[in-house]
């Protein structure tokens, strides 16, 4: 029974992302009374979830993530069915390395052992297929046949509309500002004090702010990502707005980090070609302008256009901004609270968690009713952290 003036759910999510609208939504087709609670009206562009492009692949040195993806391309067909919108379009996954790169060798191997469609391109097939893109002697490519991209924002929207046809309840521009565990766990925003049997807290970057009050102080870093769009030097000539489909580059131009881009579409005549790391920071100053960042991201990004693909110009035509939360070893945590079980934590999705978010949100709707999970959770628990719980305990 919940108090009088309050309303009483079966689970709360709280944060409307991918992760979190996921989770709402197989939460509503277990039959659960679930509300949804996010702090800025929606949709917005402050988190991690917006914009219209995300790869899909199952190109992924951890056979873990592979054998989620194969769920996770089920569930993406099927929300295609149930909203009737295309989300997924198949470009292929070109993955790019130095010869020898310990991870690219993990993916090729992978993908065999996990029986995915993939291929290895020669230099002169690389040249036919994707003129515009110049590997040197001593790179190697390949591709994973069936990655390519999701269609980002149409995706929240349609995870969305079909939780709340289920029945389920979203409320934006609502900020969780209070949460009370117990048996019965009370969450309190800026308007209003709901219960719930159990709560699940998917609040990306804002998740170290949710869960300290909680006694949690887990090891996530926020990250500014600089999300730029790349324009053809002489437009048409190059062949590489038709040609290019994803890829993904480890280790390329002498880089440790990884340097990933998409196809032409949130821009016409546009490239988004991005570096897979940026500089920490506070979601709530992301868009205040950086004065000398410790990763020179763009910098790194016109060498590596220079170098690679020629035909483009090497200076941004537009910079945009998203934030990454990354856990040190770059594995998601999916867990209950150490201490209150029926609080659930979605978090530290480190750059890659759109493509899975399908199983995420099943997982967590399994924590949090308390099923039996489908996927061992080892990675992903939080006791893989040293000294999670604050003293303050
Ligand atoms: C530039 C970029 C490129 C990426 N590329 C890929 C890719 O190609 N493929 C891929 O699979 N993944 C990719 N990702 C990663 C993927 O987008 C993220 O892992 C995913 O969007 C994380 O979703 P989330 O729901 O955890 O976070 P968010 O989308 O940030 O959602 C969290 C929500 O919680 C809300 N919230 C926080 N605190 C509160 C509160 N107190 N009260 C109420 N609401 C609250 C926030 O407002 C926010 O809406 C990329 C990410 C970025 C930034
Ligand atoms: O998750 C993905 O596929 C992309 C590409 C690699 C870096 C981050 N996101």
């Known amino acids: 029974m919940a108090l009088p003036g309050r ?166 521009g609502e900020k969780v500002m209070h949460i009370k565990p117990g048996p019965v766990v009370t969450v309190t925003t800026n308007s209003s004090i709901y219960e719930a049997d159990g709560i699940v807290i998917t609040a990306g970057p804002w998740a170290q702010k949710v869960l300290r009050p909680l006694g949690l102080q887990l090891p996530l870093k926020t990250l500014r990502i600089n999300v730029c769009y790349w324009r053809e030097k002489i437009p048409g000539k190059s062949g590489i707005l038709q040609s290019l489909p994803c890829f993904l580059g480890f280790n390329l131009n002498g880089e440790e980090h990884e340097v990933y881009g998409l196809p032409s579409q949130e821009y016409p005549g546009l490239i988004k070609i991005c570096f897979h790391g940026g500089n920490e920071a506070d979601p709530e100053e992301r868009d205040l302008k950086v004065q000398n960042p410790e990763i020179p991201d763009i910098a790194k990004l016109s060498s590596f256009i220079s170098r690679y693909i020629p035909g483009l110009h090497p200076r941004p035509a537009v910079v945009e901004q998203c934030m990454y939360t990354n856990t040190p070893d770059e594995n998601f945590i999916l867990d209950h609270h150490p201490l209150h079980k029926n609080i659930v934590i979605g978090a530290g999705f480190s750059g890659h968690g759109f493509k899975l978010s399908p199983v995420v949100g099943k997982i967590l709707s399994e924590l949090c009713i308390g099923e039996k999970e489908s996927y061992d959770l080892k990675p992903f628990r939080i006791s893989r952290f040293k000294t999670p719980l604050k003293a303050a305990l």
């Open 7 to 172: 309303t009483k759910y079966d689970c709360i999510v709280i944060g409307a992302g991918i992760q979190g609208s996921f989770t709402a939504y197989h939460l509503a087709k277990h039959r659960k009374k679930t509300l949804l609670l996010e702090q800025f009206p929606l949709p917005h562009s402050r988190g991690s979830s917006h914009g219209q492009t995300r790869i899909i692949r199952r190109a992924y040195a951890e056979h873990f993530y592979t054998d989620m993806m194969e769920e996770c391309y089920q569930l993406w067909a099927e929300l295609e069915k149930e909203s009737g919108t295309q989300l997924y379009r198949k470009t292929g996954l070109l993955v790019l390395a130095k010869s020898g790169n310990e991870e690219y060798e993990t993916v090729c191997k992978n993908m065999t052992e996990k029986q995915i469609p993939w291929e290895n391109l020669s230099p002169a097939e690389m040249k036919v297929k994707y003129p515009g893109l110049f590997l040197s002697p001593g790179e190697v490519a390949c591709c994973d046949i069936n990655g390519g991209v999701l269609y980002a924002d149409k995706a929240l929207r349609a995870v969305q509309m079909l939780f709340k046809q289920m029945g389920g309840v979203i409320r934006d």
